[in-house]
């Protein structure tokens, strides 16, 4: 299996909501991401995680809350948000977390905040 | 941190020809060089990379040069389909950034048929 699955699909929330994304990887990767992508431009790194610790937090507000329960999956966990936060919320996965093993993306969660 | 930049923003080219896209980069100490490509509504998707210890790579019609002393790097898409339109990203990799590929800002390249 060399897929990266993201549930939902489609989240529409209220800025007084909370809110989880979830991705799974069944791939050994040790190394999970999550990324933010606003139409038309690249991803926007906001966590890595290595073996299953959280080794990279990009100066993400704290109203985004990521865990990592176990190897295999990745949460992305919403409160409170602005309507500026939405946007296509990727994850992602690599072997390793060596920025030069490929990363395996998800489909992402559109994710729309009203 | 490094700095990527891709030129051009948009492309467009007739079935058939070519697409070449450039990004240059700051950090001399960046060693890996991937390529995604990104459809209408759909993941990114790694298509070519390259090394700083080659200088080409080839993959049927794509192929990646390098030129480490000019700090850039190129996308070449040959005989180009329809199917290939799509935004492609460059990005740059140092190996001290654990994990953190530094993109360039896209090329929507759109192929005629």
């Known amino acids: 299996d060399t897929e990266v699955t993201q549930t939902p699909k489609h989240l529409v929330m209220g800025m007084t909501n909370k809110k989880s994304l979830k991705c799974e990887q069944h791939?050994?990767?040790?190394?999970m991401y999550w990324y933010k992508q606003k139409a038309k431009k690249p991803p926007e790194l906001m966590f890595v995680?290595?073996?299953?610790?959280?080794?990279i937090n990009e100066s993400v507000p704290s109203r985004f809350s990521p865990e990592c329960p176990n190897s295999s999956l990745l949460n992305l966990h919403l409160h409170a948000l602005q309507p500026e936060d939405s946007a296509l919320y990727l994850c992602a996965s690599s072997q390793t977390d060596r920025g030069d093993y490929e990363q395996y993306f998800g489909p992402g969660t559109r994710l729309t905040v009203t | 941190g490094e700095n990527v930049e891709q030129h051009p923003s948009t492309l467009s080219v007739q079935e058939g020809d070519s697409a070449v896209i450039k990004c240059t980069y700051s950090?001399?100490?960046?060693?890996?060089f991937p390529w995604y490509k990104q459809e209408l509504g759909k993941r990114p998707q790694l298509i070519i990379d390259?090394?700083?210890?080659?200088g080409e790579k080839k993959d049927q019609r794509i192929a990646v040069t390098l030129n480490k002393t000019a700090k850039h790097f190129s996308l070449h898409i040959t005989e180009t389909q329809p199917e290939d339109s799509a935004v492609y990203f460059c990005a740059g990799y140092r190996g001290s950034t654990l994990g953190r590929l530094y993109f360039g800002r896209g090329t929507q390249l759109t192929v005629w048929p």
């Open positions: 950090d001399s100490a960046s060693n890996y």
């Open positions: 791939m050994g990767h040790r190394a």
């Open positions: 995680y290595s073996y299953e610790k959280l080794s």
């Open positions: 390259i090394r700083s210890n080659v």
